[in-house]
C-alpha cells in the first residue's frame, strides 16, 4: 500500500483538461515540495513536475501543477494521445529516510 | 548524455542473493546521489535505498534494511546493490536514479530498469 493516495484511473477526450490529484499528510507533501513523474507503457518514469510547481526543460507547458495542505494535483491541459500513461505523486518524507510515492493514476486518452 | 544502465537482475530462489549494478555515463559520476527505485509488476514505485556521491551516509527503506547493501566505485561509475535473503516481495524491476544536484531533491535521470525474480 501506497504512502501517498492516488486515484487509479483519470481519463479524457483528446484536447480536454484532466486533473489528477495526490493526498498524504503533515509528514510530506505538508512539509515539502511535491514531484511528478510520467511513465509511458513499458518505459521508465520521466519527471514532468519538480518543486511541487516546476517543468524541467522540455516538458509542455499543458502540464502544471499545484498543491494545498496535505494535498497536491497535476493538471494535464489540451490532452493528447501521447499524454497516455501512468503518473506518480511523489514526496520526500520527514519521518523516513528517502522519498514516498503515491499508487500512480492510469491515464486514458479517450 | 546522460544515462544510466542496470544489470545483474535474474532469477533468484528465495533466500539467495543477486548483485545489481548502476554504471553512469554523461555526467561526473562522483557528484551525485544515486537511488534504487523498484516496482513490483503491475504496482506503484518504491524506494528502496540511497548512496551520497562519495559512498557515504547509505539509506535503505525499511523492507529492505538488513538485506540490501548498497554501495559504489566511482573509478567505475558503478553503483552496486547486494540483495541477500531475497523473498517473493522483493521481486520487482529495479531501477537507479539520480537525485539532481542544486538541491531540487527530484530524480532527473532514470535507467530502464533490471528485474528481479525471486522464486524456487
Known amino acids: 500500500q501506497s504512502v501517498l493516495t492516488q486515484p487509479p484511473s483519470a481519463s479524457g477526450a483528446p484536447g480536454q483538461t484532466v486533473t489528477i490529484s495526490c493526498s498524504g499528510d503533515?509528514?510530506?507533501?505538508?512539509?515539502?515540495?511535491v514531484y511528478w513523474y510520467q511513465q509511458l507503457p513499458g518505459g521508465a518514469p520521466k519527471l514532468v513536475i519538480y518543486?511541487?510547481?516546476k517543468r524541467p526543460s522540455g516538458v509542455p507547458d499543458r502540464f502544471s501543477a499545484s498543491k494545498s495542505g496535505t494535498s497536491a494535483s497535476l493538471d494535464i491541459r489540451g490532452l493528447r494521445a501521447e499524454d497516455e500513461a501512468d503518473y506518480y505523486c511523489a514526496s520526500w518524507s520527514t519521518r523516513l529516510s528517502g522519498p514516498v510515492f503515491g499508487g500512480g493514476t492510469k491515464l486514458t486518452v479517450l | 548524455e546522460v544515462q544510466l544502465l542496470e544489470s545483474g537482475g535474474g532469477l533468484a530462489q528465495p533466500g539467495g542473493s543477486l548483485r545489481l549494478s548502476c554504471v553512469g555515463s554523461?555526467?561526473?559520476?562522483?557528484?551525485?546521489?544515486i537511488n534504487w527505485v523498484r516496482q513490483a509488476p503491475g504496482k506503484g514505485l518504491q524506494w528502496v535505498s540511497s548512496?551520497?556521491?562519495?559512498?557515504?551516509?547509505?539509506r535503505y527503506a525499511a523492507p529492505v534494511k538488513g538485506r540490501f547493501t548498497v554501495s559504489r566505485d566511482n573509478s567505475k561509475n558503478t553503483v552496486y546493490l547486494q540483495m541477500d535473503r531475497l523473498t517473493a516481495d522483493d521481486s520487482a524491476l529495479y531501477y537507479c536514479?539520480?537525485?539532481?544536484?542544486?538541491?531540487?531533491?527530484?530524480?532527473?535521470?532514470w535507467g530502464q530498469g533490471t528485474l528481479v525474480t525471486v522464486s524456487s
Open positions: 536514479a539520480r537525485l539532481s544536484v542544486g538541491g531540487t531533491s527530484d530524480f532527473d535521470t
Open positions: 548512496i551520497t556521491g562519495s559512498g557515504t551516509g547509505p
Open positions: 554523461g555526467f561526473t559520476f562522483s557528484s551525485y546521489v
Open positions: 503533515t509528514s510530506h507533501i505538508d512539509s515539502g515540495f
Open positions: 518543486m511541487t510547481t
